[in-house]
T-cell receptor, first 110, second 115 residues
């Protein structure tokens, strides 16, 4: 059973556009929500993270929007660049464990 | 400083065999977590070790086991390999046990193919 549901599975965006990836969860015990970026042949790297007492967090071109009542959170990549082409994973933490979404393959077309 | 090192990078094994994967965490990091990554399931947590003790275990059969040494290096063992064990196995290290303020740094993984 997938504890964190991620969509879409793949995404193609024009350079300069906005990329939006969504995640949903049911477990209200989750207390921390990071996003990871993974390039081919590399391990995932932490991109940005948010706690449920905050509705939005922005770091450069990357923004997390968090809706606690809807149990949803999303990653927005503004002014998407070809270098952003990678797989993105959302995750949620509770106890001693992270639960990951199934990933979104983002392709930014020049 | 050096990142998380996983060896070997690639491995081909036959069904029924066993395999041992190695992870050297970032210097000073005492927590090591292992994940299985497959296209359909994403990253799934296997187990976490801190100071040579297993702190948490995911929902995997007993064929999957691990250990951590006094220098924080960790090994993961899979016995009686099955075709479905083919995956990228990722190791993540952190200063402290997995928690709210703990950033995990991932290695490049070991690609295991079972034939």
């Amino acid at each position: 059973q997938q504890q964190v549901k991620q969509s879409p599975q793949s995404l193609i965006v024009q350079k300069g556009g906005i990329s939006i990836i969504n995640c949903a969860y049911e477990n209200t015990a989750f207390d921390y929500f990071p996003w990871y970026q993974q390039f081919p042949g590399k391990g995932p790297a932490l991109l940005i993270a948010i706690r449920p007492d905050v509705s939005e967090k922005k770091e450069g071109r990357f923004t997390i929007s968090f809706n606690k009542s809807a149990k949803q959170f999303s990653l927005h990549i503004m002014d998407s660049q070809p270098g952003d082409s990678a797989t993105y994973f959302c995750a949620a933490h509770t106890g001693n464990q992270f639960y990951f979404g199934t990933g979104t393959s983002l392709t930014v077309i020049p | 400083k050096a990142g998380v090192t996983q060896t070997p990078r690639y491995l081909i094994k036959t069904r029924g065999q066993q395999v041992t994967l190695s992870c050297s965490p970032i210097s000073g990091h005492r927590s090591v977590s292992w994940y299985q990554q497959t296209p359909g399931q994403g990253l799934q947590f296997l187990f976490e070790y801190f100071s040579e003790t297993q702190r948490n275990k995911g929902n995997f059969p007993g064929r999957f086991s691990g250990r951590q040494f006094s220098n924080s290096r960790s090994e993961m063992n899979v016995s009686t390999l099955e075709l479905g064990d083919s995956a990228l196995y990722l190791c993540a290290s952190s200063l402290a046990p997995t928690g709210l303020n703990t950033e995990a740094f991932f290695g490049q993984g070991t690609r295991l193919t079972v034939v």
